[in-house]
């Protein structure tokens, strides 16, 4: 069997950026216009991850990384998507495995992500690796269901009120 | 070509050259992520131009006659789509996706001055002659402008800040003014008009009688702000209850009929092409396309609940103290209810004068309920000192705006509750603080000299840092806990936030028993009095029998506040009791190895995910936070001494007989459990906290396998005490 490889979007490969489109779409309940994935790609290319199996995409995994508040960097994983006939072979594991470590490099402090809370494998495979619920967003989707955001902590800043941080910096200065 | 145009083929072609290829094109003044809300043209998903309509939806006359039937049909759905809406759909899916709603929407929108005469379907002749016409042009008019002046009224709800924009109420209007030149007595004429017209030329038909009835329910809602303006007298023990408005009990008879035909009219066929996606491609439309909602996903259901609601607001006219109000708040808070009552009891509760329910300011309610639990007969209150008068008054004032805040949290849906007392908690904290400084300073500056003895030492009895701290508190154990209820805690995490929630009570119960002690310091005080009265003489004695007469009358108050504040011990005793039986259940899993933190490949380490879950306490001065390495010697010391039954029983019991005092005191209209008011509400909440009980007790009595695993279990159970199985 030939194996998966995980790699990041190449700048103008259409043929993969109509791919990954085509998955999100069929998978998330959000539509996202051609705009949302040039917000991503343009300015964090290393964080559009896709996986390929006999050239064909089976998963993808955007993120971005900006700061929160000016007094953290956070990680935000936008979208993640398997085919759903590769499910269950830990593609996405891998994929969200190789956007976290980009990100920790990248000096993250936290990363982060909202799902609703009826998607139970997406839950399960972020808390398998590490994250916890820390709000409830009301009725956050269009479809009316709610969302958790979910928190990966990284660094200490993660763990204070973000006022405390803006006062610890102004203290500093 | 036109003087207006430019040709500018050329500028574009060079422009275009210039550009790279897979280049995104903007304009410095715009960043990517605005971006991001565009809509896609050609896109299926986005753009709604490009929805396609059948013949009946093109062609569909909003003009010609209709049946009584087809009028019916029409008048309910409209009607019921009101509600879907609310349930948080758009108005392009659902009111206003009826032809006949757009189209009047569209020719009022060309000339909305002239009001009323502009709200038409379209130009007819002779309508008078042919009451087919009349029912469409008068009858469904007037459902219509019913309908929209109903939408204008919980948009106006919906924007006046006391509910979230696009989270609970839906206010994209397709930039459609919805008749708001339109008086709302010109509407309830063309309502009562059709009413009238039904009755005399459809008399004897079922269907014009439930016409009637979505006519007359019409009616009554659009007289809802007046229920908003009514004013709550607080009632004084011998005076009886105001009677339920109006508006409110004739509302609740109307819906009551309603709902008995709902079968009925969703056996009536609508008429094809009536409720269309089309006006989303027609008018100015920012959102995705999306479908229409179907008409059966509401059944009159949602404005029983709003009936209901409105009842259930107007029950605190039985209200007889401050305490009353915040436990008919706090019910509130805790059971569901419609959006348009979330919002109506928000401005029902503070009104823009900031009175409460109109009759009282809030820093007379603030005060009362500081009197209530510390405050009564206290060195600030008795003194002579104008100067200590006023900056007690000053301080009272900085108060009484976060009291409102904790007012406001109260109508929120239940996540925003949550995220609204988490941020309390630091505005209570800087608070607490404030006050204290204050009150040390009281003593130190001005004399005021407010003491007592406190296991056998004189203490500050600092009464108004006291009510402060203990509602900061109270409002860090509800976010602990409504974190259970909104589910955000890990099975692994929740012997550990149990644990915080024992640890807070423990804070609580300590201030609790601080004030109870300084309250019975005052009554014996007062009682000491005789004492000195032997001393005194001739008219000095008069004169001191008199003062000692004045306070003596201050002691029923005072005994009646150290009741209350012991009913609370008990509430509280109750929470502690199924946290610790919750723990003992836990530890249990935990031993036996089918419970514990899992090991996470990006965590540094435990003690950084305690820190982020606990980040809403940590800044907080009193009771502080304890380290990870606490919880953790005490996980390690609980699971090395086992509970035996004895313990076991001895804390359920313990539980449930607190339960029954707080239920009995509910059943007898106690005033010092003060929850008279919705008390079915509340003897629902706590038969759910003796669910839990009885239902962790039986589990705990389960043998556990190494190769179980946990599941929780919520159903019937309190929402705070989920049931941990293991299966
Ligand atoms: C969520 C999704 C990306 C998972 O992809 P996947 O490749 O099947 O996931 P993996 O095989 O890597 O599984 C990783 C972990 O996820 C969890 N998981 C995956 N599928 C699950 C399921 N059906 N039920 C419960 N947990 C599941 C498991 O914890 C699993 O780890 P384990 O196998 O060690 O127990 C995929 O289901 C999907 O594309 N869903 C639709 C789009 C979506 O919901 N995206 C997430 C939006 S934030």
Sequence with gaps: MTEVTYHTLEAGNDEELHALKTMISDDLSEPYSIYVYHFFLSQWPELCNIAKLNGETIGVIICKIEPHRDVRSRGYIGMLAVKKEHRGHGIAKKLVRISIEKMIKAGCDEIMLETEVVNKPAIALYEHMGFIRSKRLYRYYLNQHDAFRLILPITSKSTVRSVYLQHSDQLAT | MSEQMVDITDVLRRKAREVANDA?????????????????????????????????????????KRSLQEVLATSDAIFRNVFIWLQNSSLSVTVFSCRYVEELLVIYNKDANKGISSCRFGAVENVSMDP???LVHKVLRSVVLGALHLVRLCLTLGQSGVVYEEEDINTQTMNLNVITMVESNDILKELNDSVDFLKSKYADSKDSEILQLILKTLVQLINLPQFIALKVPKLTDCSTPPQSPAMV??????????????DYLNSLPQIPGCFSMG???????????????????EDYSSLKVL???????????????SQDVVNHALNFANTHHHVISRAIYALFLVRDDATVFGVEKVSDFLNEEMLRFSCWDSEYINTSNEIVKQKVAELTHQISSVALEWLSVMNQNPCRQRQHFSRLITVFDTLEYNSENFERNLKEVFQVNEEFEYNGELVLALPIT???CYVKMDIMLHVVLRGFELELYQTWEFHQMYWYVNYLVDNILLILDRVIEYNRSKIYKI???????????GDQKLRYKEKMMKRQAQIPSLQLFVDTLNKKIVQYKIIQGLAVLQSIQLQKYIKSGILKTPDFPFVQNEEILYKLRMKPFASVGVPSLPPYSHYQFHLKNSLKQPHTPQDINHVKSSILSNIKIITDGIQSKDVTVSMHICSQDWLHWFRQLQRSCIGIGLQLQKPITATQRVVIDSKGFHRYFPVVNSE
Excluded: Y
């Design chain 2, 132 to 134: 087919e016409l009349l």
């Design chain 2, 307 to 321: 009936v209901d609601d409105l009842q259930r607001i107007w029950a605190i006219s039985n209200r007889l103290t």
């Design chain 2, 249 to 262: 009990s004739s509302l609740a008879a109307l819906v009551d009929s309603l709902v008995t035909h709902v």
């Design chain 2, 279 to 297: 006006i989303q491609k027609r008018l100015d439309n920012r959102l995705p396309s999306r479908d229409l909602i179907p008409l059966k996903s």
């Design chain 2, 466 to 468: 006291s009510w402060v």
């Design chain 2, 527 to 537: 009682q000491q009095m005789k004492n000195q009265l032997k001393k005194k003489k």
């Design chain 2, 24 to 64: 995104v094109v903007k304009s410095p003044q715009f960043s990517l992520f605005q971006g991001t809300q565009a809509l896609e043209i050609n896109n299926k998903r986005l753009d709604s131009g490009i929805i396609e309509l059948s013949v009946e939806e093109e062609e569909f006359d909003v003009l010609c």
